[in-house]
């Protein structure tokens, strides 16, 4: 669940948890202004973000048929790269 301080708050909270589960959200008046979360929660919430662009890009393109055979392109690569 997640928790919403004021920013005279902000300090306080940060010297009170070590790890934070669940996002803080900061207020300045009655306006949300900032979310606090892990560090660890914002890298997996950036890779799903950037996993996610990318399977829509593949689904794409094998819906528009900008695919290629991989027997194709590894023999390709074998050829050139000698492996």
Do not use: C, H, W
């Amino acid at each position: 669940m997640q928790k919403e301080i004021t920013i005279q708050e902000v300090e306080n909270t940060l010297n009170e948890y070590e790890d934070f589960e669940n996002p803080v959200i900061v207020k300045r008046g009655n306006k949300k202004d900032v979310i606090i979360i892990s560090i660890d929660e914002y890298q997996k919430n950036l890779f799903l973000s950037e996993l996610s662009k990318k399977v829509a890009k593949g689904e794409d393109d094998l819906k528009n048929n900008r695919v290629r055979d991989a027997r194709e392109v590894f023999g390709r690569l074998r050829e050139k790269y000698g492996y």
